[in-house]
């Protein structure tokens, strides 16, 4: 968990005449965020699929497609054929990496979220590689039907380090330990069905948190972008222009049934502070 | 475009008791197919982000998320910040390779079309690198907002080498002369809402062609499951098991609104021969 603040774009190198964020009026409690580990542990688990770079004979780096299965500390399982291209770069460099990506909201992917694993890639024995079969089957039920091929093969990707980008502007590191000792949000990579449920029927809570508890007391509207365990994000419309806020629930959600409850508790506490 | 009938899954390693393709009864003309040249033109055409594999100072591959414009020979056009490990790697190591994903249609992601484009990014200079700008704007509009960053840098990717994979058993390569030469096709990566309407309104005129003209006079169901320029693909139910079928268009179709008569005419050619 990160409790940093919302990142920006400051780091960019932005001539002067861009148009800044509206800052909030008053100083808020935003409280943790997913940390970038926890961040790539979400995705890994709310997908089968990424795509792998490993080095081809001459050196250069190839891009390919696979399917993953994964072990419980987040080690994504792949399961090649050797008449494909990375597997046989696997065996010669077994130095690899995976990107796995969210599905985009709208039509611009750099907005959502996605994660590069790297490190290298291990062929299991005894009960990893047994386990390791188990998990693949399960992320990749069409695998049952080529699973005695002989020229396929498994590996387990052993996370050294991972990077992060959930957005414009919104990116952080972590260490393979790191992965490993986080757990997915029960509330998935992107909350989709939430956002839309709270922009289509809760306009007006959301616009009560906005001025109550985001720090913005002239907002006129306020749409929820993000939502996670530990709070939700909205975009802000006010007078002095467009803002960002952070709202916390009052506990972190532990499963995807806990989400209502922590909204609903929100909103209530923005209706008593109002 | 390649005329080989369609491929199999001969080339794996199978044990004997697997079971195989129900064959046609009846020699049958399947016409041309997609070459892999212009599959990659259709899968860059249909889309406007892929995973890049670049590689690190370390020497070890790395992949990340890219959006990506596309000249008219079909070179991907990038446009990354210095702030991302993708751009200090391409300035240190300019051969690099790009994979684009149809969406996939179901839960199974191999099941799906995806290409590799391998080559070389180069700094596109002078009226290139205009074009190349306006290119990546069409296609990523968002990038309109930081277009102006001076951590950001424009890339061209020069195409050297093309593997396509379309699916299970269904993969070829291309080289760089090909790919450039070959036009996306105007049915798009897979043609989703035809065979939609095709499975659910003309089921009786599938079967009817799979019968008489797809070698299965036997068959008692037919779904279609791909669709191009050049013709329709049918999954076949017989007694003798699961068949496949081609049927080819009397001419390749030359903009999406000409998939309606191209299949409408087929259907009337196979009523003609049952």
Chains 1, 2 share one sequence.
């Not at 080095?55 to 399982?77: E, F, I, M, R």
């Not at 790297?118 to 990893?128: I, Q, S």
């Not at 909204?263 to 209706?271: D, M, N, Q, Y």
Request: hydrophobic share 40%.
């Amino acid at each position: 968990v990160s409790d940093s603040p919302t990142p920006t774009m400051f780091d960019h190198d932005v001539p002067d005449d861009v148009a800044s964020v509206a800052p909030p009026l008053e100083t808020v409690e935003t409280g943790p965020r997913r940390s970038a580990a926890e961040e790539a542990r979400t995705l890994v688990a709310g997908g089968n699929a990424g795509t792998l770079a490993t080095q081809s004979k001459d050196g250069s780096p190839w891009a390919s497609l696979v399917a993953y299965g994964t072990l419980d500390d987040g080690s994504p399982v792949l399961f090649v054929s050797r008449l494909a291209e990375h597997a046989r770069n696997l065996e010669r460099e077994p130095r690899t990496s995976l990107v796995v990506a969210a599905s985009p909201a709208g039509d611009d992917v750099l907005a959502s979220g996605r994660v590069t694993l790297a490190g290298v890639a291990v062929r299991p024995e005894g009960d990893l590689a047994r386990i390791a079969q188990e998990r693949y089957i399960a992320a990749v039920p069409t695998a049952k039907a080529y699973a005695s091929f002989r020229d396929f093969s498994l590996w387990v990707l052993r996370v050294e380090r991972v990077r992060w980008v959930g957005g414009y502007g919104r990116m952080a590191s972590a260490s393979g330990p790191d992965y490993a000792a986080a757990s997915p949000d029960p509330v998935g990579p992107n909350g989709a069905y939430a956002i839309q449920h709270l922009n289509a029927d809760h306009a007006d809570a959301l616009l009560t948190m906005a001025q109550a508890l985001a720090g913005h007391p002239d907002a006129t509207a306020a749409q929820c972008h993000a939502i996670d365990r530990y709070g939700l994000d909205l975009f802000i419309t006010t007078p002095r222009g467009f803002g960002l806020g952070r709202l916390p629930f009052a506990e972190p959600v532990g499963d995807p049934n806990g989400l209502r409850g922590a909204t609903v508790e929100l909103a209530r506490r923005a209706r008593a502070a109002a």
